[in-house]
């Protein structure tokens, strides 16, 4: 096997540059990840490329672990923990040679490690970092899984101590949550959470059931119903370890739950809402690692791009970025201040509330409760000499009158708002009382956005669409001839539901001299659009067929996200 470490050997081979690999092993240092995911996470090399280099460096072949069927008795050769610290996976067994995938294979301590462990000769194969984590993730011992946990709820749990009535006391409660199957089961909700990389938790009590439901790639599937009786159990369990008041179960309480799984921190942030049966209680699932702040990997288009990194690199002026709740506004505006995060630059955001903690930032979150609006932190963010200033959200017409002016006064502002599209984000400032001058002269750019699902690549295949339904969408007619559509059957790697993953659509509308020539005259929205799509602006129906062109998405979400133009 060859010698030299992969992050020379890519450089060597003209892959990736000495500055990119020594800011890679920079990060690495700090996160402790492996060298190749901190390059691929930063969109320095592709991952497939990655695997094929190091499959020809090191003379190893490669494998596809999603679509083996692995014995769970080779599995279990080598234990779980093991497994995530070297992200080494077993998955043949032939006389006495073990089969085992990693991602670097040139570590002859770990291929050692594992070869003693073992007592048996290692054949090593090339994987990617997130193939293999997400076959890690996978194994779940016996005793973990849901049929069992469910068992033992049936059989353990003391049902008159956790039979659901109103007049329960505290430490009737508290013992209630304390029994072993209880927290078992919230910490399998919890973990197949992680696991199936969902957004949300809906715990929902009925009158004569409980159902528990994740938000994977923004759709709810329901994944469990346990044990009517136990919902008060359940509920406890979860306020115990969001450090709520389990005796208070007629007002809405917010918190948060700190976990450490799989080697790193995950966050979950706690909602409890009082319900005609009981607590209905959502978790948010917050995975600083699995925040995307590569620009250029959420899914703009080449101009689209150009035109928001020109925008955010102004000395001053506003961005706005728009769209529903969960649509991914947080995460773009993220990625922006990551990129503008530099020593020169003082930047202040105001949150409600703050998602993920960002080094070199300084985030406020929000309690109007007791007057820390976020007029009250703009305001304050202006005797702090500021360089850029991010405002969670426009909502009120004394917000927006101080951040527009804010804009004029030397300061890169960037907030979010609710609205449909780009161009009655304009419309929607003026109906505020933001006179039309200050909304011309302030706003440099407005960024619409929808997330689409991507369609599973391990289960992609080809889907027939007929050429009426194509123009119907807003397929032009000089296209139809070349259009090819895809859709994921459903397979092991995305849960059988033929998407894995999301990707945003963009519509991106630069405030161009006819634009705002057009907002002084009180243009309507329709109006502004139309100027903008003569000046270049891709709608998100269009940004949605680009995306079904290119075999990312399916028809069906590019019909659900965006309106017809």
Known sequence: MAKKKIGELLVQEGLITSEQLNRALEEQRHSGERLGAALVKHGVIDENILCDFIARQFNCPQVNLTRLDIRKDIIGLIPLDIMHKYQAFPFGLMGNTLHVAMSDPGNLFIIDDIRFLTRKNVQVHVASDSVIKQVIGACVTEEDTL????????????????????????????????????????????????????????????????????????????????????????????????????????????GRIRLKAKNREMDFRVSVLPTLFGEKIVLRLLDKAGLQLDMTRLGFEELQYKNFRDAIYLPFGMVLVTGPTGSGKTTTLYSALSDLNKVGQNISTAEDPVEYNLAGINQVQIHESIGLTFAAALRAFLRQDPDIIMVGEVRDFETAEIAVKAALTGHLVLSTLHTNDAPSTINRLLNMGVEAFLVSSAVNLVLAQRLVRRICPECKILEEVPAETLL????????????????????????????????????????????????????SASEIKKESIRLGMTTLRRAGINKLKEGVTSLEEVIRSSAKD
Do not use: W
Not at 166 to 192: F, H, I
Not at 478 to 506: K, P, V
């Open 472 to 523: 119907d969408l807003g397929v032009m007619d000089e296209e139809i001839g070349a259009f090819a559509c895809y859709r994921g059957a459903g397979c092991s790697a995305c849960n059988d539901t033929g998407y894995r993953g999301r990707i945003a659509l963009y519509e991106i509308m630069p405030m161009y001299e006819q634009i705002r020539e057009l907002v002084l005259m009180g243009a």
């Open 147 to 254: 049929d069992e946990v469910l068992g033992m709820l049936k059989d353990e749990v003391d049902v008159d101590l956790v039979q659901a009535t109103d007049e329960m006391d505290l430490s009737t409660l508290e013992n209630a949550a304390e029994q072993a199957p209880v927290v078992k089961l919230v910490n399998l909700v919890l973990m197949d959470a992680i696991r199936k990389q969902a957004s949300d938790i809906h715990i929902e009590p009925y009158e004569k059931m409980v159902r528990i439901r994740l938000r994977i790639d923004g759709v709810l599937y329901e994944v469990m119903r346990p044990p009517v009786h136990l919902k008060n159990a359940i509920i406890s369990r979860i306020k115990i370890m969001a450090r709520l008041d389990i005796a208070e179960r007629r007002l809405p309480q917010d």
